[in-house]
Nanobody, 118 residues
Framework: QVQLVESGGGLVQPGGSLRLSCAAS????????VAWYRQGLEKQRELVAR???????DYSDSVKGRFTISRDNARNTVYLQMNSLKPEDTAVYYC????????????WGQGTQVTVSS
């Protein structure tokens, strides 16, 4: 059974930092990419950052230069380092894994709340 478990969310002041973790288990096919999405209150879910099988990364314009996605293959974990946080970064952050070739499938974690407020 595939599981993605996010952790690291919380309350932080504007300008602060948080590191989110996404620990994967039960995946026995190739992971094409792992991504972080977020969904603010009454907003659509949006892509924040993604890292591919080959290690390429891309970011939404709103977080470029502030957030960094990385992975530790030995720990089956993907991280999202978030610096210079702004109130508009407040959202539930979800981990997504796109898995398999030919007929890829998306797995999702349960989400972790990030609140940026003074």
């Amino acid at each position: 059974q595939v599981q993605l478990v996010e952790s690291g969310g919380g309350l932080v002041q504007p300008g602060g930092s948080l590191r989110l973790s996404c620990a994967a288990s039960g995946i026995n096919r190739r992971v094409n990419a792992v991504a972080w999405y977020r969904q603010g209150l009454e907003k659509q879910r949006e892509l924040v950052a993604r890292i591919t099988w080959g290690g390429s990364t891309d970011y939404s314009d709103s977080v470029k230069g502030r957030f960094t996605i990385s992975r530790d293959n030995a720990r089956n974990t993907v991280y999202l380092q978030m610096n210079s946080l702004k109130p508009e970064d407040t959202a539930v952050y979800y981990c997504n894994a796109n898995v398999g070739t030919g007929n890829p499938y998306d797995y999702w974690g349960q989400g972790t709340q990030v609140t940026v407020s003074s």
